[in-house]
């Protein structure tokens, strides 16, 4: 081989090598992670496992990813999640965790040493609406018995839901305090679950009750419950349930959540997580599980999900501050 040929052959090698190099470098390259652990931060059957279990299946069946595990951590509303989740998983390209609204809450209630400007945001994914409900025999009718009764006296009406601090606490208050109530009266018991909260209702232990509309949909469709109203904007789709807000409560809340990596990880491994999971969540397989599961699109991307969620912690912590759970 000649000195010139040997040159062009050298130029033509570097060439390929850089062109390989940028490709994967690219956010079109970095959407196939080899593998990914998801962190739920609580425990099997909940809606932050169901959410990291559908995540798994969507990210495999797109080819997002090649190889998707689920691991539950849980405990104290997500907290004890997410301090494992910060210690173990800095400068992790290979580890996320889905979180919520409900631990803003618990960081706050909790007084958590591990907060959420520890973590990196990848992307919000859904969002859950609420309901508020009675039991089919209870003497509030309408949303407005209810805020009567709670403009009356506060406390005397009690209040089943999810964690304290969690979203179903933060609707119940902010219910309370548009109705004219003293908030920081609010009886509320927590339960670990819907169907214990559900039980309570049933056995006329509680007065009203807030979870997940298809946390309690069937006893609704039974005529055990009955929905006074839901929390979203407008009423959800094929179902005859009147807004808080258009009953004459200004109260609008929705149960989201969303996925974050951990603390100090490079440009590029944030980019290959936002890729992967943009790719899942805008995919017909992502379309189908939203509609099974009754889940609404809530999907932002990273820049945005990080500017929602510094807006919400401050909302959240105003409200929870107003019901006496933060000082």
């Given amino acids: 081989m000649s000195r010139t040929d040997f040159r062009l052959a050298r130029r033509s090698f570097t060439a390929a090598a850089l062109a390989l190099a940028a490709a994967w470098g690219s956010p079109a390259a970095a959407q196939a992670l080899p593998d990914l652990k998801i962190i739920a931060p609580a425990a099997p059957g909940g809606g932050w496992d169901s959410a990291s279990r ?8 797109t080819g997002a990813s090649k190889n998707v595990q689920v691991v539950n951590v849980p405990g104290a509303g997500g907290t004890v999640g997410l301090a494992q989740f910060v210690n173990t998983a800095k400068g992790d390209g290979h580890t996320l965790m889905v979180m919520g609204i409900t631990m803003v809450g618990a960081v706050l209630t909790n007084k958590a040493p591990v907060g959420l400007d520890a973590v ?51 609707l119940a208050g902010l219910v309370a305090k548009a109705a004219g109530g003293d908030a920081t009266k609010l009886n509320y018991v927590p339960f670990s679950g819907g ?72 440009p590029a491994q944030k980019a290959a997580f936002s890729a992967a999971i943009e790719k899942a969540l805008k995919s017909p397989e992502w379309a189908k599980v939203l509609t099974a599961r009754g889940w609404d699109d809530a999907y932002l991307n990273a820049d945005q999900f990080a500017a929602f969620l510094k807006a919400d912690q401050a909302r959240v912590k105003d409200v929870l501050t107003t019901i006496g759970l933060v000082k």
């Fill in 120 to 170: 990196t945001p990848i992307a919000r994914l859904t969002g859950d609406p609420l309901v508020v409900v009675v039991p089919a025999n209870s003497p509030y009718k309408t949303l407005k018995d209810l805020a009567a009764a709670l403009k009356a006296d506060t406390g005397k009406v009690v209040w089943a839901g999810g964690s304290a601090g969690g979203a179903d606490h933060i």
């Fill in 54 to 61: 559908m995540l798994q299946q969507t990210l495999t069946a």
């Fill in 195 to 266: 169907g214990e909260a559900l039980a309570e209702m049933l056995g006329g232990r509680v007065a009203a009750g807030v979870s997940g509309y298809n946390e309690f949909e069937s006893q609704i469709k039974a005529g055990k419950l009955r929905a006074l109203g839901v929390s979203t904007a407008a009423r959800m789709a094929g179902k005859d349930v009147p807004t808080l807000k258009e009953q004459g409560l200004d109260v609008e809340l929705v149960n989201w959540r969303g996925i974050v990596a951990g603390p100090g990880i490079t």
